[in-house]
C-alpha cells in the first residue's frame, strides 16, 4: 500500500511570487483534501477534491486554489504569497462517504521571505 | 463553525504514568471525533477514533470518551513509554469533508 507523499518538502519563496505544491494521494483513496498547519497550531482546513471538483472549502482566500487529477494525485496553488502564508502544507487522502479516516502526508514547509 | 479547544497546551508525565487530554466542541452537528498523533517532521497520524453514537473506545494503552451533552471528549493513554512522546490533536467533524482541529498538546514522557 502506497502512502501520501507530497513535494517539495521544503521551499522559500519572497513575497508576491507563486508556488505549487504536489501531493499524491494513498492507493484506493479518491478524495484528497489540503491543511495549512501554522507553527504551533493545528492544522486548518483549506479545500477538499472529489472527482476533480472542490467538495468543500475553509475560509481561505482565492489566491488558494487547487486540481485533482483523473489518478485523484493533486496540486495546492497560492498565488500572491505573503509572510503569513509560512507554514506546513499537508496533503490528506481519503475515501468519500463515510467519516473517512484521514491519511497524511509528511507535508510541505513553505518559508516566504 | 465549528470551534474545538484543546488542553493542556503540554504535558510531561513520568514513564508509567497516564495522560489525559481534553477537548471540548461548539457544534453540536459534529458527530466524529478523532485523535492524532504528530511526531516532528511527520504528518498527522490516526491513532483513535469515535462516533457520537459511542460513549467509550479502548484501543490497548489508549482510549477516548465522549460527552455528548456537555460536548468535551478526552483522550487517555494509560502505562505511558517515551515513544509516546510526541504532539496529539483532537478534530471534530459533521460532514466527513471538513475536520476542524484543536491547537494540540505536546506530551512528553520522561524516562
Known amino acids: 500500500e502506497t502512502g501520501v507523499t507530497q513535494s517539495p518538502t521544503h521551499l522559500i519563496k519572497t513575497r508576491g511570487q507563486q508556488v505549487t505544491l504536489r501531493c499524491s494521494s494513498q492507493?484506493?483513496?479518491?478524495?484528497v483534501s489540503w491543511y495549512q498547519q501554522a507553527l504551533g497550531q493545528g492544522p486548518q482546513f483549506i479545500f477538499q477534491y472529489y472527482r476533480e471538483e472542490e467538495n468543500g472549502r475553509g475560509n481561505f482566500p482565492p489566491r488558494f486554489s487547487g486540481l485533482q487529477f483523473p489518478n485523484y494525485s493533486s496540486e495546492l496553488n497560492v498565488n500572491a504569497l505573503e509572510l503569513d502564508d509560512s507554514a506546513l502544507y499537508l496533503c490528506a487522502s481519503s475515501s468519500i462517504g463515510d467519516h473517512g479516516e484521514l491519511f497524511f502526508g509528511e507535508g510541505s514547509r513553505l518559508t516566504v521571505l | 463553525g465549528e470551534n474545538v479547544e484543546q488542553h493542556p497546551s503540554t504535558l510531561s508525565v513520568q514513564e508509567g504514568d497516564s495522560a489525559v487530554i481534553k477537548c471540548t466542541y461548539s457544534?453540536?452537528?459534529?458527530?466524529?471525533f478523532p485523535w492524532y498523533k504528530q511526531e516532528l517532521g511527520k504528518g498527522p497520524q490516526l491513532i483513535i477514533d469515535i462516533r457520537s453514537n459511542v460513549g467509550e473506545k479502548k484501543d490497548q494503552r489508549i482510549a477516548v470518551t465522549l460527552n455528548k451533552t456537555a460536548k468535551h471528549f478526552s483522550l487517555h493513554i494509560t502505562e505511558t513509554q517515551p515513544e509516546d512522546s510526541a504532539v496529539y490533536f483532537c478534530a471534530a467533524s459533521n460532514t466527513g469533508n471538513q475536520f476542524y482541529f484543536g491547537t494540540g498538546t505536546s506530551l512528553t514522557v520522561i524516562p
Open positions: 457544534d453540536s452537528a459534529s458527530n466524529y
Open positions: 492507493s484506493g483513496h479518491n478524495t
